[in-house]
């Protein structure tokens, strides 16, 4: 699969929107975090930021974690940690 190589960012929050950057990339997608009508960012809006700019991180750690099911019948710790910090920067912010 090809797509921008990570690490991606969430950033320059404007106008009820948010951009998202890569490596070698400036912002690349656009998030809408604010409808019309609102008044401020909405947490839904802002958790899709976080959720694209983590994309390369998932099909990394999933990835993983298949080769090593397929492999050796198992998933690591490592797999487990990975998943976990993913999962908690989806999270937090």
Request: glycine share 8%.
């Amino acid at each position: 699969m090809k797509h921008t190589q990570g690490p991606w960012a969430v950033s320059n929050y404007y106008a009820g929107k948010a951009s998202i950057s890569g490596k070698d990339w400036g912002g690349f997608a656009t998030v809408v975090t604010r409808l019309d009508d609102d008044e401020s960012d909405s947490v839904e809006g802002l958790a899709n930021a976080r959720l694209i700019s983590v994309a390369p991180d998932m099909y990394t750690a999933l990835q993983s974690m298949v080769l090593n099911y397929a492999q050796f019948g198992r998933v690591t710790e490592n797999n487990v940690r990975d998943a976990a910090r993913i999962l908690l920067e989806i999270g937090n912010e």
